[in-house]
Structure formats: structure tokens, C-alpha cells
């Protein structure tokens, strides 16, 4: 079997990280619109040399929100 991705070997070199972000979601008690979403927009934004940057529910609103803007 060719693996094409090993999830497990990726989570071990960034557990630390991915963990203390679920903590400051949990923490915060904001699951939705919270910093840490608005903080990943930003990020990302910057990631794709755009002005802005907006989290979506899925793939699907992702590319109905991109096409009324065409």
C-alpha cells in the first residue's frame, strides 16, 4: 500500500501547537466568530497577499460566495 498521507506523523510535529490552540478556543468559550477565527482570516489574508480573508461554514459557501462576486 502507497500511503498518500500519514495524519498521525503530522499531528506529532505540530501536537503542541494544535493542542494549545484547541485550548484557547475552548478557554475562550467562543466556537463561532471568535479571536481565534478572526486571527486565522488575518493569517491567511497575509498568507494569500490579499487585503482580506473570510472563513466560510464549507466548500460549498466557499464557492457560492466567490461566484456573486464575479
Do not use: W
Not at 481565534?36 to 497575509?46: G, L, N, Q, W
Amino acid at each position: 500500500m502507497i500511503l498518500c498521507s500519514q495524519p498521525k506523523a503530522q499531528m506529532e510535529s505540530h501536537r503542541e501547537d494544535i493542542e494549545e490552540a484547541i485550548r484557547r478556543v475552548l478557554d475562550s468559550g467562543q466556537y463561532v466568530l471568535g479571536n481565534e477565527v478572526s486571527a486565522f482570516e488575518d493569517a491567511f489574508a497575509r498568507y494569500c497577499d490579499v487585503a482580506h480573508g473570510v472563513g466560510v461554514n464549507s466548500g460549498t459557501d466557499a464557492l457560492c460566495l466567490t461566484l456573486r462576486a464575479l
